[in-house]
C-alpha cells in the first residue's frame, strides 16, 4: 500500500487548511458566539428548561454538529473540485494512488479540519454556558464518525460537481435544511404532532439526537439507532466511492 | 533493443469519435520517440492511456510487462507526465508542490533531490514563491520538475516547447538530451517538427487515430528525402516555354529562381535543364541544393492520407 501517498495528499491538504487558518477558524468562532448571544442569552431566557437542561447548554450538541456537517462537506467537496478545476488533478490519477490511499488522504484531511473546527465550537460555547458531558468518549466517536462520514458525502460531491454552482448547491439546499430541522436547535417534542412524524423522516435528526444523548445521557430516540443511523450513511457514502473510483465516473475519460 | 511500452490493438472511443483506432507501437528502452500529429490526431489520448488518465476501449497496454489496467501501480511508478496544459495549484509554493509530486509515487521528502532539478531548470531562487506568480516558461519549467521529483524511467513529454521563447526551448531540449543520457526512455509529442528532428531516435506519425508510419529518424530522413534546386536568375522569366513541361520543374521568387523538386545535382536531368538555359540566353547566377526537412516529410505524409 502507498501509504506515502496519503500522507501526502493529507498534508497537502492541511496546508490549505492553515494558508486559510483566520478563515476557517475565526468565522465559526463568531458566528458560534452570536448564535449563543441571540439564541442562548436573548431567546434562551425566554424558554424553560428542555429535559432539565438549560436552552443554552441545549443548544451547544446541535451548533458542533451544524458546524461539523456543513464544514466536513464544504472541506471535502472543496479539496477533490479543486484539483479538477484547475485540472492537476491529472497528478493523482497518473500517479500509483489507490482508491482507498486517495479517498483516505483527501477525506482524511476534510474530516480533521472539520473536527478541529467543532472542537473549537466547544471550546467557544463553554465561554457562555457550563454543562458536564455525560459520556465523553461517546462524544469523541459521534464527532469522529460524523466528520469522517459527510466528508465522504462531501468527497462525491466533489466529484459529481462540474461546476461552481452544482458545489454548492445540496449543501446549501438540502444539508444546511435538514440539519436545521433536524432539532439542532429544539427539541422534537416541541412540535406539534404531525411535524415531530416528519422529523423522523429526517436522517440529520438520527445524529444530532445520538450526539445530544453523549451530552445529556438523554435524546428523544434510542442512541442504538443514531449509531446505526450514521453508520449506515456511511457505508452508502463508500459504496458510491468505490463505484466512482471502479467506474472513472468525472475523473478518468 | 528491448521493448519497454508495448501498445496493441489500442482503440478508443468517446461516443461516436473514435480517438484511437486499433492502434500497436513498440517504445524501446532508452530512445527518445518523437510521437508528430496534427491537431486532434490521437497523441495526447494514447499518452493519457498510457499514463492512466483515461481507459482505452479495447486492447492492451503493457510497460516492463506490466498491464496498465491491472497492474496500474507498478506502471505508473515508472511514468513522469509533463500535461500539454498548464494545470497548477497557484497558491502552493514551488517547493512544496514538487514536494507532492515526489510523496504520491510513495517518496520520502527528499530536499537535495528537488534541489538539484529545481537548479536544473532555473527555479532555485523561486522554489519558496507561489505559482501564480511564476511567468507561463517558469510554470512549463515547473512541470517537467514535478515529473522528474521522483525520478522516473520513462518520462512522456506532451508538448513540452508549447508557447516558450527560443532560449527556453534550447534548455528544454538539453534536459532532454541529458534525461536519455541518464537512461531515461522519452516520449515526445510536439507540433514543432524541429523538436523531432533535433531530438528524436525513432518518429511515429500519428493521424484521425491510427499510426501510420512508425521508423528511425534517419531512415525515413533518407526513404523520404528529396532534393530541391534552385536555379537563380538574373533576368526575371515569364514561363518556361523553352523545356517541356514537367511538374518536377517550376518558376519561383517571382519569376527570379527556377525550382526543380527532387531532381539530384549528378543526374544527366540537371545538366539538360542548365544547357538549355544557356541556348536559350538565359543567364543564371547561383545554383543552390536543399534536402527537405523532417517538416516536408510530415506534410507530405499526412496530406496523403
Known amino acids: ?253 | 533493443m528491448k521493448s519497454q511500452i508495448s501498445i496493441e490493438n489500442v482503440s478508443k472511443v468517446f461516443g461516436r469519435h473514435k480517438a484511437l483506432n486499433n492502434v500497436s507501437l513498440e517504445i524501446k528502452k532508452g530512445e527518445i520517440f518523437a510521437l508528430l500529429g496534427p491537431n486532434g490526431a490521437g497523441k495526447t489520448t494514447l499518452i493519457s492511456a498510457i499514463c492512466g488518465l483515461c481507459r482505452q476501449s479495447s486492447g492492451n497496454i503493457k510497460v516492463e510487462d506490466f498491464d496498465t489496467l491491472s497492474h496500474y501501480k507498478e506502471t505508473r511508478n515508472q511514468i513522469g507526465l509533463v500535461p500539454q496544459e498548464l494545470p497548477l495549484d497557484g497558491f502552493e509554493s514551488v517547493y512544496n508542490s514538487c514536494q507532492f509530486s515526489r510523496g504520491l509515487f510513495g517518496l520520502k521528502e527528499n530536499r537535495d533531490h528537488i534541489d538539484k532539478i529545481l537548479k536544473t531548470l532555473s527555479l532555485f531562487d523561486k522554489r519558496d514563491e507561489q505559482i501564480f506568480g511564476l511567468s507561463g516558461g517558469m510554470k512549463r519549467r515547473l512541470l517537467i520538475a514535478k515529473a522528474l521529483a521522483h525520478e522516473p524511467k520513462i518520462l512522456f513529454l506532451d508538448e513540452p516547447t508549447a508557447g516558450v521563447d527560443v532560449s527556453l526551448r534550447r534548455d528544454i531540449w538539453k534536459l532532454i538530451e541529458d534525461q536519455k543520457k541518464m537512461g531515461v526512455t522519452i516520449i515526445l509529442t510536439t507540433h514543432y517538427i524541429e523538436e523531432a528532428e533535433q531530438l528524436a531516435d525513432r518518429v511515429g506519425i500519428i493521424t484521425s487515430g491510427e499510426i501510420i508510419l512508425v521508423k528511425e529518424k534517419t531512415a525515413l530522413m533518407s526513404e523520404f528525402s528529396k532534393k530541391t534546386t534552385f536555379i537563380r536568375l538574373s533576368k526575371k522569366l515569364k514561363n518556361l516555354s523553352f523545356i517541356k513541361k514537367n511538374n518536377k520543374i517550376s518558376l519561383t521568387e517571382n519569376g527570379m529562381a527556377l525550382k526543380l523538386v527532387g531532381i539530384n545535382n549528378t543526374s544527366n536531368e540537371l545538366q539538360s535543364i542548365v544547357n538549355l538555359l544557356s541556348q536559350n540566353g538565359i543567364v543564371f547566377t547561383e545554383i543552390n541544393t536543399v534536402d527537405n526537412s523532417l517538416e516536408d516529410i510530415f506534410l507530405d505524409l499526412v496530406e496523403s492520407q
Request: hydrophobic share 55%; with cysteine; net charge positive.
Open chain 1, 1 to 253: 500500500m502507498n501509504i506515502q501517498a496519503a500522507i501526502t495528499i493529507y498534508k497537502f491538504e492541511m496546508a490549505r487548511f492553515s494558508r486559510t487558518i483566520f478563515q476557517s477558524l475565526v468565522a465559526p468562532i463568531i458566528t458560534t458566539s452570536l448564535y449563543f448571544v441571540v439564541f442562548g442569552a436573548a431567546i434562551g431566557s425566554k424558554i424553560e428548561t428542555i429535559n432539565g437542561v438549560s436552552y443554552g447548554s441545549f443548544i451547544v450538541p446541535g451548533l458542533i454538529m451544524l458546524y461539523l456537517m456543513t464544514e466536513s462537506i464544504n472541506n471535502a467537496a472543496f479539496g477533490i473540485y479543486f484539483p479538477k478545476f484547475v485540472g492537476s488533478i491529472f497528478e493523482v490519477l497518473s500517479a500509483p494512488v489507490s482508491s482507498l490511499e486517495a479517498t483516505v488522504g483527501y477525506v482524511g484531511a476534510a474530516a480533521s479540519k472539520s473536527t478541529i473546527i467543532g472542537l473549537m465550537i466547544f471550546l467557544t460555547s463553554n465561554l457562555f454556558v457550563t454543562h458536564d458531558i455525560k459520556y465523553p468518549l461517546v462524544m469523541a466517536i459521534f464527532i469522529i464518525l460524523t466528520a469522517i462520514t459527510f466528508s465522504l458525502f462531501g468527497f462525491i460531491i466533489g466529484i459529481w460537481a462540474q461546476n461552481w454552482e452544482k458545489l454548492s448547491i445540496i449543501p446549501t439546499l438540502l444539508v444546511t435544511p435538514l440539519v436545521f430541522l433536524g432539532g439542532s436547535f429544539y427539541s422534537i417534542d416541541m412540535l406539534p404532532e404531525f411535524w415531530q412524524k416528519v422529523s423522523l423522516l429526517n436522517p440529520v435528526f438520527y445524529l444530532i439526537s445520538g450526539f445530544r444523548w453523549s451530552f445529556f445521557g438523554a435524546s428523544e430516540i434510542p442512541i442504538a439507532l443514531s449509531i446505526v443511523a450514521i453508520l449506515s450513511f456511511k457505508a452508502i457514502c463508500l459504496a458510491v466511492i468505490a463505484i466512482i473510483f471502479k467506474t472513472g465516473y468525472r475523473l478518468r475519460t
